[in-house]
C-alpha cells in the first residue's frame, strides 16, 4: 500500500513537470511558426539596371533649306476702264468675260460735237493753206513784205493745231484695250451717261500671274531673281512653277518683313487672280548635313540637347538646331557623321546611364 502511494506520487510529479514544459515550450513553437509565415523571402539577386532604348546612327545627307509660306495670285496687268470725259455711251463693241486683243475697241462715246467741231476747222485750215501758197509767191516776187507772209503762215499753223486737238478729244470718245486681256463685267449700259470716276469694266492680262507673298527678315538675304518658287492653290491640285522677278527694296516696319513677286505662266487659266497659294521655295541645300528625328530633341533654357551613346552609357549633348519638319530636324553643332542618338526613353536617361539599344534606324 505504501509502495502504491509513492508510485501515485511520483506519476503526478512527472505529469505536472511535463505540463510546465509544455506551457513554456508551446508559445516558442507558435511563434517560430508565425515568424516562419511573416518572414520575406531571401532577397533576389540586384536586376541589370540597363535603360531599354531604339537609336539613330547619324549619316551624311543632302539637305534642302525650305521656306513654306502662303501668298495672293495677281494678274500680271489689271486696270479699271475708265472715261477721260463726261459723255455718253453709245456703244460696246466686246462682250463682257471675253477674251480681247491689244489694241481692240471696246467702248465708244457719242462725238457728234467733236465732229462738226473738227469739220469747221478743217475747211478753216484748207483756205489757210490756200492763202500760204499765194502770200509765199507774192512773197518772191516782193509783192508783199515777210511781215505780211508769217501772219498767214501762223494762222494756218494754228488751225492745224486746232485740228490735232480735236484728233485729240475724238479719240477720248474710243476705249481701246491697252493690252491683250479678259475683260471683267460691264458695269454700264448704252446710253448711260458716264464721268471718269465712273467704272465701266476691268481688264486683266492673265495670260501670266504674279504670285506676292512675304519672308521674314531673317531669309531677306537668301532671295534671289530667277529662284523658281512652287505653289498650290485651293481651287486646284496640281502643283505650279514659278520663279522670282524681284523683292521689295526694305522690310516692312510694322512686321519686319520682305515682300517678294514672283512669275509663272497661266495659259490654260487654272491660276485665278485674288485667289491663294501654298509657297514653298528653296533657300539653300546643304551637300554635308546632318539629320535627326524630332523626338531625339530635349527643350532646354539654352535650346536643345539630345543624348548620344558613348561607350554603352548615355551621353548628353547641347546641340544647334537649323531646319526642321514634321518628323526631322537638321543639327548644325554638336553632332558627327556616324554618332547614334538615342529616341526612346528619354526621361529615363542621364549622363552615364547604361544603355541597352534595340532598335537602330
Same mark, same amino acid.
Given at each position: ?11 503526478? *510529479?512527472?505529469?505536472? /513537470? ?25 532577397? $533576389? ?7 531599354? *532604348? ?15 509660306? /502662303? ?14 470725259? *463726261?459723255? @455718253? ?18 467702248? @465708244? ?7 462738226? @467741231? %473738227? #469739220? ?30 508769217? %501772219? ?29 486681256? =479678259? ?13 471718269? $470716276? ?38 486646284? #491640285? ?14 516692312? $516696319? ?12 497661266? %495659259? ?9 497659294? @501654298? ?33 554603352? %552609357? ?10 526642321? /519638319? =514634321? ?35
Amino acid at each position: 500500500m505504501k509502495t502504491s502511494s509513492l508510485r501515485t506520487r511520483s506519476l503526478l *510529479a512527472g505529469a505536472v /513537470t511535463m505540463a510546465i514544459a509544455l506551457f513554456f515550450v508551446t508559445p516558442k513553437l507558435f511563434s517560430n511558426q508565425a515568424g516562419s509565415e511573416n518572414r520575406q523571402p531571401p532577397a $533576389s539577386p540586384p536586376a541589370d539596371n540597363r535603360v531599354a *532604348a531604339d537609336a539613330f546612327l547619324v549619316k551624311r545627307e543632302t539637305i534642302t533649306d525650305e521656306l513654306q509660306t /502662303t501668298g495672293t495670285i495677281e494678274a500680271n496687268q489689271e486696270i479699271d476702264l475708265v472715261s477721260e470725259v *463726261a459723255r @455718253k455711251l453709245v456703244r460696246v463693241y466686246e462682250r463682257e468675260g471675253s477674251y480681247v486683243r491689244e489694241g481692240a475697241l471696246l467702248f @465708244k462715246f457719242d462725238d457728234a460735237d467733236l465732229l462738226a @467741231k %473738227k #469739220r469747221r476747222i478743217a475747211l478753216q485750215e484748207k483756205l489757210a493753206k490756200l492763202d500760204e501758197n499765194r502770200f509765199r509767191e507774192l512773197l518772191a516776187t516782193e509783192a508783199v513784205n515777210q511781215q505780211e507772209y508769217d %501772219k498767214v503762215l501762223t494762222n494756218l499753223n494754228v488751225l492745224q493745231a486746232e485740228l490735232a486737238m480735236a484728233d485729240v478729244e475724238l479719240a477720248k470718245t474710243q476705249i481701246r484695250a491697252p493690252f491683250a486681256g =479678259k475683260l471683267g463685267l460691264r458695269r454700264v449700259d448704252v446710253g448711260a451717261y458716264v464721268t471718269p $470716276s465712273t467704272v465701266l469694266s476691268s481688264l486683266d492680262d492673265v495670260s501670266r500671274v504674279e504670285v506676292n507673298f512675304t519672308i521674314p527678315e531673317k531669309y531677306a538675304s537668301e532671295v534671289r531673281p530667277g529662284q523658281p518658287v512652287h505653289f498650290t492653290t485651293e481651287n486646284s #491640285r496640281r502643283p505650279f512653277v514659278g520663279q522670282i522677278r524681284a523683292a521689295e527694296s526694305k522690310l516692312e $516696319s510694322s512686321t519686319r518683313s520682305l515682300l517678294v513677286k514672283a512669275v509663272s505662266e497661266n %495659259k490654260d487659266g487654272k491660276l485665278v487672280p485674288g485667289s491663294s497659294a @501654298k509657297i514653298a521655295f528653296v533657300l539653300h541645300v546643304a551637300q554635308d548635313g546632318i539629320q535627326v528625328p524630332t523626338q531625339a530633341l530635349i527643350p532646354t533654357a539654352k535650346g536643345y540637347s539630345l543624348f548620344r551613346l558613348n561607350g554603352g %552609357k548615355a551621353q548628353r549633348r547641347e546641340v544647334k538646331t537649323g531646319s526642321r /519638319t =514634321k518628323a526631322t530636324v537638321q543639327i548644325l553643332e554638336g553632332l558627327s557623321i556616324g554618332d547614334t542618338v538615342l529616341t526612346t526613353n528619354l526621361l529615363r536617361l542621364d549622363t552615364g546611364v547604361p544603355v541597352t539599344v534595340s532598335t537602330v534606324n
